[in-house]
Each structure stands twice: as C-alpha cells, then as structure tokens.
C-alpha cells in the first residue's frame, strides 16, 4: 500500500469511527439548539476555538483583538486558538474529539454530511436562531449565510469571510492570440488552443493542492444542472453518469486536449501558479478576492499590471443558473458547541459579532456582512474597489466547492482521477465508471 492509499484508508477509518461513536453518543449538550439566551452570570474563563485558518490571516487577526478588548472589561478571560491549517489534518483531528464528545466551545467546520449529523444530534447552537436574537442576522449578506447552510436550509456555522472567485485574465495575451474573453464554457477549449499557437501558457493551475481542478469539475454541472447536482450526487440520488455529470467530465477531458494548463501542472503549488500569471508567462488564473492583495495592487509587477483584469464564470446556451451566480464562498464557518454554550460564550460572541465585521473589513478584505465598508489600500488598482463592489451584486445561487461536499473518501478519489482525465491518462468513460463505483462505496446519504 503507498503512503497515500495508507493516509486515505486511517482518513477514512477515523471519519467512520467518529461517524459511528458520534451516533452512539446522541444529544449530548448542556443547551438546546434554540436555547440561544441561557441565563445566569457570565463568569469569565478561558474559552477555545478549534480553528482550519492561517495563524497569520485577517479572521484570526481580527479575532485577537477583539478578544483582547473584551478581556480589559472581563478580567479572567481569553481566547484560545487552536490552529491546523492544513484542512485533512484539521478534518481528522474535529471528527475525532467530536465522536469522543471533546469539542470546544467554538470549532470550525463545513457544511458537511459529518457537521448535519452533530446539529441533528443537538449538538451545536442554531445560528440562525443566534443571529436573529441577537439582532445581526439582517447585517449578513445572504449569500455568505447561504453557503454555511445544510441542505434543509438550516444553519449552524458563523460566516468570517466573504470572497468572488473569478478569472483573472491578462489582455495583452488575448489580443496577441487574436482572441476575447469567453462567452461560454463551450468556448474554453478553443481560447487554449489559440493562446497555445502563441506559444502561451492558458491556464496556470495549482494542481498540486488538488481543490483549484477541482473547482474545475464543478462548473459545468452548477450551470447545466444547478446547485441541486453536488446535493443529490453526494446524498445519492445523481451520479457522474448524469447528464450533468457526463458533460463535465468531457469537458475536463476537452480542456486537457486543448493543453489549457501549463505542463506539469499536477505537482504545481499555489505560489508557482501565481507567479506564472504574475510575470506574464500564463493567460489566465482562476482565484478568489484574497489574493486582491496581490493581483489589484502596486505589487503586481509592473510589466502586467496594467493588462489584468477578470471576468466571472461563463455559462452556455440553456444554462439554469445566472450570470451572477458563481462561487461566492463564505469559507470555512464557526460552530457553536451546545455541550460548552453559556452565559458567557453568549456574551462574548455578541460583543466578537458586533465588532468583527469593522475590524476585519479594515485589512482590506470583504466583510461577510454589509455594514462594513472595506478599507481601499492606498496602493490599490482600479480592480480592487470594482470587485469589491462586485460583491453586492452576487445572486441567490452559489457554486459550492465539492471538496466540502462529497465524503472524505469519494472526494479523495475525484481528487486523484481528475488529473488523469485531463492528462489523458483515461477517457471520460473510465473516470465515470470510477467515480460512480465510489461514491455507491462509500455514500453515507
């Protein structure tokens, strides 16, 4: 067995195991889910949070210094951060304290399969509920709240963050291949084909992190089929051999054809990726607003700078979703723990809620809410404050990342055969085959 089948298979038997002890345990919380106003005084104390964020990124910044402020006017308390970046460690590490009924009072987590069954259990605060009583939820966008919610419409996670995804483009490489921006994602293969005649690079890709391509595989069926295919493909009621599915595996298996991404592209990380968009050796770069630090300031090179710019993901004819639609995620959200909820942990979360959406939008980065206006940085393009002011004109529907969808399992599976399809290592045909086999395996819907 490699290393990686070997990761794979104790990532699986621990996600399992959590998922059988965890539904052994049963409602094990102190608080019910809508009891959001616990009386009683709030004593202070330590209170910690199991976090998937960088030590060093705007949420955590935020956070500190609002638990700071609130320890000078409550003697005795503080914040501690647990921090594992690295999202399959961190992954393994919750699901782990969460079956032996370990988790502290704040615990990052997505809207997973996993999380529904622990807020089916009444173990986690209705942040719905919270919101609403604490007179916020009018503040959020929607679309940030949308993302943290399950598939009934419930929602158990607080949003930190709010980011677009698009694809930056350099129009100097366009105009030099004689092309436009695409219309539709029918017109991918073709851009490739003529930037690649130009001896350009199309599409710089961090394959080796494995979500960026995979990203890739949810476009086509969120435009053809709607948010509902990741939501019925992971409960078990759509497959790869959809329709849906079909075309965007062709799809991928076209872009390979094409030579969209640059050569070894699979063992590429996220700062080569950028750097060959960056210095103007890639035509395009699929990311998100948290790197508008990067790529809509002065520190862009200068001999790019000025031919950068982004369109949003294209549909096609007979697409079910809106051109305003596309992924806006809200990234990972905070779970309350019902177990640990108090007087307290009541208290300090309106104080961090009320406060947070200032500080954070002050770094320069977009507030899950709209009641912070971010902070321009002097040195800012003009495509800093255009997408920003993007963000107030998202639609309803959001094109989830599948890799916080799908089972640990299927998703490390459909992480591993996307290269190859778009290598042309195998057809269409053998990817669906493939995947549909895993996801009968291991669908816990």
Known sequence: MTITKRKTALLAAAVAAALALASCSGAASGTQPNDVDPQG?????????????????????????????????????????????????????????????????????????????????????????????????????????????????????????????????????????????????????????????????????????????????????????????????????????????????EWLYNLGQAGCFQEGFSSTGYADAQALFTSGKAAVYNIGTWELGNLATQKLDAGVRDSVDYFTLPGFDGAVTEANEYVTPSGIGMAINAKTYDPLVRDFLAFALKNYPEVYAGTGALSPTTTAETTIPADATELYKRSVEQANTVGKSIAMPWDTQLDPATNTRLQQELPLLVQGDIKPEEFITTMDASLAENNNG
């Open 41 to 249: 005084e709030i004593v202070p104390r330590e209170i910690s949070w199991l976090l998937s964020r960088p030590a060093d990124g705007g949420v955590i910044t935020a956070m500190k210094e609002i638990a700071a402020e609130y320890a000078t006017d409550h003697p005795g308390f503080s914040l501690n951060l647990i921090t594992t970046p690295d999202r399959p460690s961190y992954i393994q590490k919750y699901e782990t304290l969460a079956a032996a009924n370990k988790l502290p009072e704040l615990f990052d987590t997505d809207a997973t399969p996993f999380a529904q069954k622990l807020a089916s259990q009444e173990r986690m605060i209705d942040v719905d509920t919270l919101l609403t009583d604490l007179d916020l939820k009018k503040d959020f966008r929607e679309a940030a709240l949308n993302y943290q919610r399950f598939d009934d419409g419930s929602l158990y996670m607080v949003p930190f963050e709010f980011q677009l995804e698009f694809f930056w483009y350099n129009s100097a490489l366009f105009k030099s291949a004689g092309i436009e921006t695409p219309k539709s994602l029918d017109d991918f293969p073709q851009m490739c084909k003529a930037l690649r005649a130009k001896g350009i690079t199309p599409i710089a890709l961090d394959g080796q992190d494995q979500w960026p391509l995979e990203r890739y595989m949810a476009y086509y069926p969120f435009r053809m089929a709607g948010p509902e295919f990741i939501q019925n493909l992971k409960n078990g009621k759509a497959s790869f051999s959809d329709p849906a599915g079909k075309a965007a595996a």
